[in-house]
């Protein structure tokens, strides 16, 4: 009887010790409640024992928690209406005090997300939620982590995850950014076409100096050209020819005047009165000819008779013998 007493005994207390077992895992720490009462400190991770009946334990997981905040709408300081979603990542840094100071720690860190979610876009400009965010999240961030260290909850980081416009703010913009673009190109088209009049210049000067170089290229054109078999090859003229021609119209215009001068000379001698020989008259500085002269040169020259008035000739003329 007492054997059987013992050993129901024995199994009790096993049974109770058994209740009161608790492991923690490495992520976790357990807290310790007796009769409503924090007992400290902070059971760690592995083995622990509690009081069955009198103690009670809760785990807290100290693991980085990441929890979506929904889409929050709101208007920008510049009156655009947008719709806004972020991320919060954020642990648990006292077990104690998320368990005693908030009745829920996630839920609290949830809407004062929200709320600070909100007022961040009320402070920001359209332009800085598009392209400043590293500014606004660590604005965030510090929004969230002033209230939630009192709750024993540390915030890791806080992202904005996608900001979405209304359809008509979205052409608006692309409107702008395509002029923005279109801008940009007839400033570049603009410089590459001054830098090209400059290297332009400077090789128009080049050939000038050279004007080898021109046929050079010329040449070169023409073998690019010539590269493509389905094409029409048209050789322009040269303009070097062109004024080569110039010149010789010029020059063969100006020799027949030399010439008919000259002839005029010769055809102003006149006859003589007596054998109808033609006479030269010698112009003044006009020296003999020498032997070496031909043609219309070697012509004897002899001195013109004076010209007398028209009443003399016929007196003079009587005293001649009648042939």
């Known amino acids: 009887m007492v054997v059987e007493l013992l050993t129901a005994g024995l199994s009790a207390a096993a049974l109770l010790a058994a209740s009161g077992a608790r492991v923690v895992q490495q992520f976790e720490r357990g807290v310790v409640f007796r009769f409503g009462r924090l007992r400290s400190p902070v059971r760690g991770p592995g083995f622990t024992m509690i009081v069955p009946v009198v103690d009670r334990m809760r785990k807290v997981n100290l693991q980085i928690v990441t929890m979506p905040v929904p889409a929050q709408e709101g208007i920008t300081r510049d009156n655009v209406t947008v719709r806004v ?59 969230i982590d002033s209230p939630a260290l009192g709750w024993g909850v540390q915030i890791d980081r806080v992202e904005i995850k996608d900001v979405s416009l209304p359809e008509t703010m979205k052409r608006s913009m692309s409107r702008q950014a395509e002029a923005e673009r279109e801008r940009r190109a007839r400033v ?10 400059k290297m332009l210049a400077s090789a128009a000067q ?3 100096d050279t ?38 119209t010029h020059r063969q215009q100006s020799d027949p ?16 009165s007596d054998t109808g020989e033609p006479v030269v008259q010698e112009l003044p500085g006009q020296e003999e000819p020498g032997p070496e002269e031909s043609g219309l040169q070697a012509i004897e020259r002899r001195p013109a008779a004076p010209q007398e008035a028209p009443s003399d000739l016929p007196e003079r003329r009587s005293g001649f013998p009648e042939r």
Request: hydrophobic share 45%; net charge negative; aromatic share 4%.
């Open 85 to 143: 979603d972020a991320v919060v990542y954020f642990n648990v840094a006292d077990a104690a005090d998320a368990i005693i100071k908030v009745e829920d720690y996630r839920f609290a860190v949830s809407q004062v997300a929200q709320t600070s979610l909100r007022s961040i876009i009320g402070k920001s400009d359209l332009d800085d939620l598009l392209s400043n965010r590293e500014k606004l999240n660590e604005g965030l961030a510090l929004m």
């Open 188 to 197: 570049i088209n603009a410089d590459a076409e001054l830098r090209a009049s």
């Open 206 to 208: 080049t050939m000038a």
């Open 211 to 248: 004007p080898s170089a021109l046929q050079l290229r010329l040449l070169q054109t023409v073998v690019e050209v010539a590269a493509e078999k389905n094409s029409t090859l048209v050789l322009p003229f040269p303009v070097e020819l062109l004024r080569f021609l110039e010149h010789s």
């Open 257 to 272: 005047q030399q010439s008919g001068s000259q002839s005029s000379e010769l055809q102003s001698s006149e006859q003589d």
